[in-house]
């Protein structure tokens, strides 16, 4: 188990800790503001996993329907692919920070984001920590389907 | 003053008709003095992406739990939240949400339990107001701040805690959660946590009612021949019967526990809160898995 650290903190990639800055800089109340901005920003699944949700996997850690596919590309990026319903705006923004966090990244730089990661985004409080759960377990969930694509 | 109650047929066979407004009250009453629409959910952003004009969010978690101790938040603290609202001690309440209401019904008793009079739910929840293409406003509500009075939680009637439930045995009890839960089946594989409690099953002796049971297909409750089919034939519930509702953490049972007290009729319903997550955890409890409830433990 990793536990938290100033240096595993200086090593968030740029993009995570952009978010985690944009996040940390407003009061309580707009977070949840920015997090809908997320939600409404989470792109729809290419239509290769719309005919196949086979391929996805869901998230039974969050309360609502939220299902995840990883993709890793010949030079080693991943590419994290999430859908959940219009109902479940918190979730969808969850998903969303991933999705825009994690893309461009390598292989190793996904494996290497902090575990607690949500947790030190300054939801805790505006979302809850009971909630943020779920995207510490759509974390987890992405980094495995990582480890699972390059044993593959 | 409160506003008058919703005369509508559908509601009149339940035992506290004035429990329930429909869509279409609200839509005529929209505005009325004395009338706050109250919002919550599960998902903390739903209000956010819109909500019936005027409304006001209450957020289960962030708003009703106590930020430190496993608790409700106590007097002054639900003082200070619902007078921010502009709720008054003798405002009609109406609320609404998510997911059939569960979390809706988790407010109600939250509110009884701090002994507001007038608290209503929206039979049908933001489901219904939304496919009937009710309007929706995204600007959040904000309301003049009026005073409430400082009245303290009475847990003893309608909240029950663990040690309650130990001396209850012998009495009814209902699981409300799904059959999966209930059987104590477990889905672990390595990177798939389970959160939330150590051990799987029930509390013995519990019937397993899963609480969406109580919703027809539209998100309004069913008729009560249809509530007596499944609570009184199907789960042996009688008048006079002292019961125990209980789910994970209580939200869930608190929708049954609004079926039973305010639909139903039966007095003295508890809601166990404090539900799997803490029975499932606690040491040296009576356990039982399947799906039979199995017998009433010796204690």
């Known amino acids: 188990m990793e536990y938290w650290s100033p240096m595993t903190r200086s090593a968030l990639p740029e993009s995570l800790a952009q978010i985690r800055e944009d996040f940390l800089e407003l009061e309580q109340g707009d977070r949840l503001f920015l997090l809908l901005e997320f939600a409404n920003e989470l792109p729809e699944l290419p239509p290769r996993y719309t005919d196949h949700p086979d391929l996805l996997e869901r998230v039974v850690e969050c309360q609502s329907p939220v299902s995840i596919f990883v993709e890793v590309d010949e030079n080693r990026i991943v590419h994290l692919h999430a859908t959940a319903p219009k109902e479940a705006p918190t979730t969808r923004g969850f998903a969303s920070i991933l999705a825009q966090g994690l893309a461009g990244l390598t292989v190793d730089q996904v494996l290497e984001v902090p575990d607690d990661f949500p947790n030190t985004i300054g939801l805790t409080e505006a979302v809850s920590l009971l909630r943020i759960r779920g995207m510490t377990a759509m974390l987890a969930r992405a980094k495995r389907q990582v480890r699972e694509r390059i044993v593959a | ?299």
């Not at chain 2, 039982?288 to 009433?296: K, L």
């Open chain 2, 1 to 299: 003053m409160t506003v008058e109650v919703d005369p509508s047929p559908t509601f009149t066979a339940f035992a506290h008709p004035g429990r329930l407004v429909s869509t279409d009250w609200l839509r005529a009453n929209l505005g009325t003095p004395g009338l706050v629409v109250v919002e919550s959910d599960e998902d903390v952003l739903l209000y956010e992406t819109g909500h019936i004009p005027g409304s006001v969010k209450i957020d289960w978690h962030t708003d009703l739990n106590d930020p430190v101790e496993r608790d409700y938040i106590d007097g002054s603290r639900f003082a200070a939240l619902v007078g921010s609202k502009g709720i008054s001690r003798d405002t009609t309440v109406v609320i609404y949400g998510d997911k059939n209401n569960w979390w809706a019904a988790y407010a109600l008793w939250v509110f009884t339990l701090f002994g507001h009079e007038d608290v209503r739910l929206l039979d049908g929840g933001r489901a219904k107001w939304e496919a009937e293409e009710g309007e929706y406003v995204t600007a959040t509500s904000r309301p003049a701040a009026v005073d409430y009075p400082v009245v303290e939680r009475d847990d003893s009637a309608i909240r029950a805690f663990k040690d309650d439930v130990l001396a209850h045995f012998g009495k009814p009890l209902i699981d409300v959660r799904s059959p999966e839960e209930f059987s104590g089946e477990r889905t672990t594989a390595p990177a798939y946590p389970e959160e939330g409690s150590l051990r799987a099953g029930h509390i013995p002796s519990a019937q397993n009612v899963p609480w969406g049971k109580a919703v027809a297909e539209d998100g309004t409750f069913r008729a009560l021949p249809e509530l007596d089919a499944i609570y009184r034939s199907g789960a042996g519930l009688a008048d006079d019967d002292d019961v125990i509702a209980y789910c994970r953490i209580g939200e869930r049972s608190a929708h049954t526990w609004f079926v039973l007290t305010h639909l139903l009729g039966f007095e003295g319903v508890r809601n166990y809160d404090g539900s799997w997550t803490e029975w499932g955890s606690a040491v040296r409890v009576p356990i039982a898995t399947g799906s039979e409830p199995g017998p009433v433990p010796i204690h």
